[in-house]
């Protein structure tokens, strides 16, 4: 077996497709596209190159078969926030052997430590967090929804085995949109009521507006989360343009208090429903299907009952608007005209265990608890370590 660095089309070509054949006989299995992989790692249409780096592997095997493959990267100004700086590894697959595993690490690892890195996560995204995060480690039973990560049982054992340690948990759960708990629905009419309350969806013809009300909601809101970046103007214009492709109006709902921002829910329709059949790679006419199908807040794909889900990827109320019941508004009353769509049911994914309230507000749906992932890392040295739990913890509690 050897590891080698993707650098022909050859290879490149290689490290797509293994998935395709690791996973040929998974009926969960979704694909991610090869076309957003390939622009994720492009310097021409992903911003963190600007400041950061990338590098693929693939494992041949003996035969020339790919047997696995990986990905290092650094964005600096994340990885200089960090107590040690800590870069990234993703885009992770193998086969059940151990020592592929531990090959691909090894060269991810020397990656990044010939770049003055100390430590790294796995496995991350080489961007914005709201996908491609996580390993899989409860909930192998179904499909995940669109972004999230699918992976083999092993993968944790494997990462384990090799040194990395468990750095977070994020939870998902799925709701019956038909279900939401009678409390819930009492206390977001009351605080729709509420003098100087307002809600409204994004006018997506004007959305500059609305990313920078997103922004305000964001950097108050999570601001206390240990490693913080605050969005700046040009970032979210960038972030929401990018999902302005995919984006349903009805599925994106703000709480204003005296019309300034004061909350948010952001729900995306689960296209994986749709890429399910894809595996990864749409021929052409797929792709011309599917765009002329979208139309209409993919009116076709909802007629025929193939698009019944969404995923709810984030929500959030501003530290001096909650306690004010806009959690419980934001959570429901942008449902009815969401069933009335077709939607049946939500993802509400991947909430960190580094976060109590919004695990509260879970717990509250009595949604059923659909998937656990897990972000691990790995130091370099015990030196690295010792001074990496020397520092604050993850989370930063908000002073009362």
């Not at 650098?7 to 490149?12: F, H, K, L, P």
């Not at 600007?50 to 693929?56: D, I, K, L, T, Y």
């Not at 480690?137 to 092993?154: C, Q």
């Not at 695990?359 to 656990?372: G, N, P």
Request: hydrophobic share 40%; proline share 7%.
């Amino acid at each position: 077996m050897k590891i080698v660095p993707v650098q022909s089309a050859a290879e490149r070509r290689a490290f797509l497709d293994f998935p395709r054949k690791l996973y040929a006989d998974d009926p969960n299995w979704v694909g991610p596209l090869d076309m957003e992989l390939l622009a994720l790692f492009n310097p021409k249409k992903n911003p963190h190159f600007v400041e950061g780096e990338a590098q693929w592997w693939i494992a041949i095997g003996r035969g020339g078969e790919t047997v696995g493959r990986i990905a290092a990267f650094i964005y600096y100004p994340k990885a200089r926030r960090y107590a040690i700086p800590t870069g990234g590894m993703g885009f992770f697959e193998s086969i059940k052997d151990y020592s592929v595993t531990e090959a691909l690490l090894d060269a991810a690892q020397e990656w990044l430590s010939q770049r003055g890195m100390q430590a790294a996560d796995a496995c991350v995204n080489f961007g914005e967090n709201d996908r491609f995060w996580g390993v899989l480690i409860e909930g192998f039973d179904s499909s995940p929804s669109y972004g999230m990560p699918y992976n083999k049982p092993y993968y944790a054992d494997f990462f384990t085995r090799y040194g990395f340690e468990l750095y977070f948990k994020q939870e998902s759960r799925e709701l019956d949109l038909g279900q939401i708990p009678e409390r819930i629905i009492r206390i977001a009419q009351r605080a729709a009521q509420k003098e100087g309350v307002t809600f409204a969806y994004p006018d997506l013809h004007n959305l500059k507006k609305y990313a920078l009300d997103f922004m305000e909601i964001y950097n108050d809101a999570w601001q206390y989360h240990e490693h913080f970046v605050p969005l700046t103007p040009e970032r979210v214009i960038r972030i929401v343009e990018n999902l302005r492709p995919i984006l349903i109006e009805e599925m994106i709902y703000f709480a204003y208090v005296e019309n300034e921002p004061a909350g948010i829910i952001l729900a995306i329709p689960d296209l994986n429903q749709i890429f399910r059949p894809w595996r990864g790679r749409p021929s052409l006419w797929q792709l011309l299907n599917f765009l002329w199908r979208k139309r209409h807040k993919y009116a076709w794909y909802r007629r025929k009952r193939i698009l019944t889900r969404a995923r709810v990827m984030l929500m959030g109320v501003r530290p001096k608007y909650q306690r004010r019941g806009l959690e419980s508004a934001l959570a429901y009353l942008p449902v009815p005209p969401v069933i009335n769509m077709g939607i049946t049911h939500a993802e509400l994914s991947w909430v960190g265990d580094f976060n109590p309230a919004m695990l509260a507000v879970l717990e509250a749906t009595q949604a059923r608890r659909s998937r656990v992932h897990a972000t691990f890392r790995y130091y370099f040295t015990p030196e690295a370590k010792a001074h990496d739990q020397s520092a604050e913890r993850r989370v930063i509690m908000r002073p009362s």
